[in-house]
């Protein structure tokens, strides 16, 4: 029993130095790290961005928890314009610290970057969690106004471009509706000028041929005769106890004939020199 009772002081003792170990070589590590930067912030206001830099990578290097050299680094990329890393490192810091005084600069100075970034409604969001976490800041307050303001532009400027989106998608399918129409339209025209050539094809084939079927030629010669019948129906037919034309001609030809015969004569008698008789007979 007392074998036991002397390991377990030992084990204990043995844990109590290896704690203090531990916290020695944080505290030192801590040390060492607020040294790196402490010396990088008399870099960087010297404009030794590099090596600033190269300082306060060096501390969270020794601390990676450090703070002071992750907020720091990130202000600093924040001055050079590459808000890209300095967004990253103020994200960092705003998960790594409990303090919330640290939380409310780590997150205003993310609501800085995203403005710088265009992104407003992003950044509202970062304005709020930094109020949160210090609701007396105006310097925020003041802030959170202006990206609630660009915020809403941005809205109406989207909601523009979705609109002139849609015209110019209303405006393709109007295009797309009336090319089909025309096209339709074309091939209606089309369609009825091919109908109208066929019917005028067979008008002319039905031209050529009668009801019966017969020939052009035979036709015009039936009609032709048709035509003089008619003619001949339409002149005068000689009535009852009249002369016809015919006979009239027959007549007047045979008294120019005897007239002439008579002439004839006269002219006989006078070359013999006979007196003939000139008036008629009582």
Request: a negative charge; hydrophobic letters at 25%.
């Amino acid at each position: 029993m007392k074998h036991i009772i002397l390991i377990l002081l030992t084990c204990m003792v043995s844990i109590s130095f290896a704690q203090k170990d531990e916290d020695r070589e944080q505290q030192l590590a801590l040390k060492k790290a607020n040294g790196y930067v402490y010396e990088g912030n008399g870099l960087i206001n010297e404009d030794n961005f590099v090596s600033g830099e190269m300082a306060y990578r060096q501390a969270i290097s020794n601390q990676p928890n450090t703070i002071a050299g992750i907020y720091n680094l990130g202000n600093a990329y924040y001055k050079k314009g590459n808000f890209e890393e300095a967004l990253y490192r103020h994200e960092q810091a705003a998960k790594a610290t409990t303090s919330k005084s640290e939380k409310h600069k780590a997150y205003h100075n993310i609501g800085n970057i995203l403005m710088q970034n265009k992104k407003c409604k992003e950044a509202v969001e970062a304005f709020k969690n930094a109020l949160r976490n210090d609701p007396t800041d105006d310097e925020t307050r003041y802030n959170l106004g202006l990206a609630k303001v660009c915020a809403e532009e941005q809205k109406d400027q989207q909601d523009e471009n979705k609109d002139d989106e849609n015209k110019d998608e209303n405006k393709d399918d109007q295009d797309k509706k009336e090319n089909e129409d025309k096209k339709d339209k074309e091939g209606d025209e089309n369609e009825d000028k091919k109908d109208k050539g066929d019917e005028e094809d067979k008008k002319e084939g039905e031209d050529e041929k009668d009801d019966k079927g017969k020939p052009k030629d035979e036709k015009e010669d039936k009609d032709k005769g048709e035509d003089d019948k008619k003619k001949e129906q339409q002149k005068p037919k000689p009535q009852p106890g009249q002369m016809s034309p015919q006979q009239i001609k027959n007549l007047l030809e045979a008294m120019n004939n005897q007239e002439q015969k008579v002439q004839e004569k006269m002219n006989a008698v006078k070359e013999k020199g006979v007196k003939i008789k000139t008036e008629k007979d009582w």
